[in-house]
Structures are given as structure tokens and as C-alpha cells.
């Protein structure tokens, strides 16, 4: 699917629009996940994601030693 359409389309519905890193962080807040843990498998993907971003949401979660 198309990502933009896709979050257009939820957002006419009035659904919440939720990102994949939103989505683990939600996770880890219900504390079903291990942040470090889900971001470190999650990096290791093939996601495009920037070096800027991936360092902020590291830092922000304060695992950044332990991911980057």
C-alpha cells in the first residue's frame, strides 16, 4: 500500500494515524516491549530511515549507547 494514500484514506475515515515507530512506542509505554531491544532489530532492517532520526528516537528513548 501506498503510504500516503493509505494515511490520506484513515485520516478522511478520522482514524489515528500511527507510524511504525509510533507503534513501538506505544508497545514499549504498555511495557509489552523492550524499547532497546525493538529499535535495535527494527534498525537493522532494511527501513529507509535517516542517521538524524534514527539518533534522535535513540536518544529520546535514552538507549542510544546501547543501539547505536
Not at 523492550?34 to 528516537?57: C, G, Q, V, W, Y
Request: without cysteine; charged residues 30%.
Amino acid at each position: 500500500m501506498d503510504e500516503a494514500k493509505g494515511r490520506t484514506v484513515a485520516e478522511l475515515y478520522r482514524l489515528n494515524v500511527r507510524g511504525t515507530i509510533g507503534v513501538l512506542e506505544q508497545a514499549a509505554r504498555e511495557n509489552r516491549i523492550d524499547i532497546a531491544d525493538a529499535l535495535r532489530r527494527f534498525f537493522d532492517t532494511n527501513f529507509r530511515i535517516s542517521h538524524k532520526l534514527r539518533t534522535l528516537i535513540a536518544q529520546k528513548h535514552r538507549v542510544y549507547e546501547q543501539i547505536m
